[in-house]
């Protein structure tokens, strides 16, 4: 497979305005911060309740996840800065589609927006996978294809690339996503894997999707035993992953199941 040209021009497609926001990628740069994952969100940068935050905005300029994705850029250098991505809960990403991209070599660097006045949305992405071995979590558009000599799996920082078809944005890889695992953002990635976890996970994602999130709304009884099933397993486990992953349950129960 050709690799694609490392001086690529590459957008994102945006909402509010309609378009696309351009930028290009710099090849060797990446980001320092480890990301975390709250099985909701995967963040990287300051956490959106700190005081730091808001300083953060006022150096950036991107997308706001009150509206869309979070993807900001650096204001002065353009450099991709820190980004707070939803995970998505429409339904599972074609196996085949995420093997794909998941066989493409990881090319370290970052993509640095063009000029720009105004800021704009990154719509959250719309499916989701998790590799058998559960090494790799893919998200992605629905309208993401096979990847082929034009794709670039652009590696922006520690077991996390966005992909680009044909430069377009259209999803992203989370590498080892028990080690990345959190309650909230707050926390710092625990850094290690957590094998235990991965049946658990698989079955969690597997769990939280459409159409069963609809049942849970009408309060589906199987649903909810096969959930208070996952949280009694999940709580012989020892370690943060088990606990993040145990109150992932609890908020899916609380939110469908209270009482």
């Not at 820190?82 to 093997?99: I, M």
């Not at 999803?171 to 990345?180: E, F, K, Q, R």
């Given at each position: 497979?050709?690799?694609?040209?490392?001086?690529?021009?590459?957008?994102?497609?945006?909402?509010?305005?309609?378009?696309?926001?351009?930028?290009?990628?710099e090849l060797g740069a990446n980001l320092d911060d480890v990301p975390t994952w709250s099985l909701q969100t995967l963040n990287s940068g300051p956490v959106r309740s700190s005081p730091a935050y808001s300083r953060h905005v006022e150096v950036t300029i991107g997308s706001s996840y009150d509206w869309s994705d979070e993807i900001r850029f650096d204001k002065r250098t353009g450099k991709l800065k820190?980004?707070?991505?939803?995970?998505?809960?429409?339904?599972?990403?074609?196996?085949?589609?995420?093997?794909?991209w998941l066989?493409?070599?990881?090319?370290?660097?970052?993509?640095?927006?063009?000029?720009?006045?105004?800021?704009?949305?990154?719509?959250p992405l719309d499916l989701r996978y998790l590799a058998d071995d559960a090494a790799a979590l893919v998200v992605a558009s629905a309208a993401l294809p096979l990847s082929d000599r034009d794709s670039l799996r652009l590696a922006i920082g520690r077991n996390i690339d966005l992909l680009f078809c044909h430069g377009r944005y259209g999803?992203?890889?989370?590498?080892?996503?028990?080690?990345?695992?959190v309650s909230g953002p707050s926390e710092a990635a625990p850094g290690t894997d957590s094998p235990r976890l991965h049946g658990p996970l698989r079955e969690y994602l597997a769990l939280v999707v459409e159409p069963n999130?609809?049942?849970?709304?009408?309060?589906?009884?199987?649903?909810?035993?096969?959930?208070?099933?996952?949280?009694?397993?999940?709580?012989?486990?020892?370690?943060?992953?088990?606990?993040?992953?145990?109150?992932?349950?609890?908020r899916v129960l609380e939110t469908f199941y209270p009482g």
């Open positions: 497979m050709r690799e694609p040209s490392l001086s690529m021009a590459v957008v994102f497609p945006t909402s509010n305005p309609d378009g696309e926001a351009r930028a290009h990628v820190s980004f707070v991505l939803k995970t998505p809960e429409a339904g599972v990403l074609e196996p085949t589609v995420a093997r794909s066989a493409l070599p990881r090319r370290t660097g970052l993509p640095v927006l063009g000029h720009r006045e105004n800021g704009f949305h990154v719509d999803g992203w890889i989370l590498g080892s996503p028990t080690a990345h695992l999130i609809t049942r849970m709304s009408d309060e589906d009884s199987d649903l909810r035993a096969a959930l208070l099933a996952l949280r009694a397993r999940v709580r012989a486990v020892d370690g943060m992953q088990a606990r993040a992953l145990e109150r992932g349950i609890e």
